[in-house]
């Protein structure tokens, strides 16, 4: 197995744990979310950072996923660049750059519009990827 199979092994594994020991709604959402980036990106990579914050990239990060005890927070690193017609962001509007979606106990997401959001982001951090 190469390196970065085994890091990605890894951080896949450490997201498992979270989310299993979030025993209430937010487990079930953070899973879910999960569940729909990997269905948008298939060859999405995971990561842990900072104090253990699942974190998945293409190109760059796509986005974060945060849990509060009211809120499960993705925030999007480049969200203020990416079009969202399903009004998807509702939180972090004031910044330059990043914006965020606060799902709460009982809240659904249009699974299409979260979908196709990620799949903006990816297109975003590859296009700013390459070379000018």
């Known amino acids: 197995m190469a390196r970065d199979e085994a890091q990605d092994e890894t951080a896949s594994r450490l997201i498992d744990a979270k989310i299993e020991t979030l025993v209430d709604w937010r487990g079930a959402t ?14 999405v990579v995971e990561e842990v950072k900072w104090r253990g914050v699942p974190v998945w990239s293409h ?7 945060e849990t509060y005890k009211s809120v499960v927070k ?3 690193m480049k969200g ?6 399903a009004g998807l962001f509702n939180s972090s509007l004031e910044g330059n750059a990043r914006r965020a979606i ?4 009982g809240e659904t997401i249009d699974a299409d519009a979260f979908k196709a959001l990620i799949r903006e982001a990816v297109a975003l951090n590859i296009a700013r990827s390459k070379p000018r």
Do not use: K
């Open 30 to 43: 953070l899973s879910r979310m999960r569940t729909l980036i990997r269905e948008a990106d298939p060859d």
């Open 59 to 65: 190109g760059g990060i796509i986005c974060t996923g």
């Open 74 to 76: 993705l925030t999007f």
């Open 80 to 85: 203020a660049a990416l079009p969202d017609p």
């Open 102 to 105: 606060d799902v709460g106990e």
